[in-house]
């Protein structure tokens, strides 16, 4: 089978345009899996995360995609990892076209994120969203994300979101993927972002995804949440439902055993897409 990509874009609900790659097969109306995080967006200000606003978001593009003449409209699924899980839980909840929900070592709390915030990050959000009551015009403030080196990850954890030793792995790896596919990204997010993620709470709506399937993928490592944690969200979701763990980042996105989950991932998707 022969596959070609191609860059598409669609306006969502408020207006802004989104971006992404579309790889389609040669076939006519055939099923889709819409993944996230990825892709880029119009909007200001720059680099912002509201995870509600993705959920909507994610939804305006399952819209896009089934009202494509050469998708199945019918036959959608969401995939996402990181942030992007507790984004397409939150979206797979309550809208019923998604067929399919599938999270790769999910970000699902924002009561457990807090955690990971550097120590007056949470606090400054708040003030920072007091302050713009009175003065609109103020400029956004940012926070770094990830360590951009082995050294800074070592000796100063705690001065990014995800400061540690995984974080840096992740941020070596991703980057060149992002820009390579036409999407710059900067290793950053405006403060307001973590406001939003304090409040997202994805996993209390879980159990609404049923009768759909939700595929779950746990990661034990330090640059998510606690392993058994993880377990206990996946747990809310009702049947039917299947669960893939790993003990190790680098063993869920390289190698033998992420190859095969890869494989599994497929089947899932032919099973009930």
Do not use: C
Request: cysteine-free; overall charge neutral.
């Amino acid at each position: 089978m022969s596959f070609t990509k191609q860059r598409v874009e669609f306006k969502t609900q408020d207006g802004t345009t989104l971006r992404g790659n579309l790889t389609l097969p040669g076939v006519s109306k055939a099923p889709a899996v819409i993944m996230i995080t990825g892709g880029s967006s119009d909007g200001l200000p720059r680099q912002h995360v509201n995870l509600f606003q993705q959920a909507e978001d994610l939804s305006d593009a399952i819209s896009y995609m089934a009202g494509r003449s050469d998708i199945d409209g019918d036959r959608i699924a969401i995939w996402g990892i990181g942030h992007g899980g507790g984004v397409v839980i939150q979206t797979g909840a309550y809208d019923k076209r998604a067929k399919a929900v599938m999270v790769i070592s999910p970000f699902f709390s924002g009561e457990v994120d807090m955690l990971r915030f550097p120590p007056t990050a949470y606090q400054d959000a708040w003030e920072e969203r007091a302050a713009r009551i009175a003065n609109p015009g103020i400029e956004h403030k940012y926070v770094p994300i990830f360590a951009e080196s082995m050294e800074m990850a070592e000796k100063s954890p705690l001065d990014r979101i995800i400061g540690n030793p995984q974080g840096f792995f992740l941020w070596k790896t991703s980057k060149p993927l992002s820009d390579a596919a036409g999407t710059p990204w900067e290793n950053k997010l405006t403060l307001e972002s973590l406001y939003w993620q304090s409040k997202f709470e994805p996993t209390a709506s879980i159990h609404r995804i049923s009768p759909r399937p939700i595929y779950w993928v746990a990661t034990d490592a330090p640059l998510l949440p606690n392993y058994q944690d993880q377990v206990r969200a996946y747990e809310k979701a009702f049947q039917p439902k299947q669960f893939r763990g790993f003990r190790s980042l680098e063993e869920s996105v390289v190698g033998p055993a992420h190859e095969k989950n890869l494989e599994e991932q497929a089947d899932f998707l032919k099973k009930w897409v």
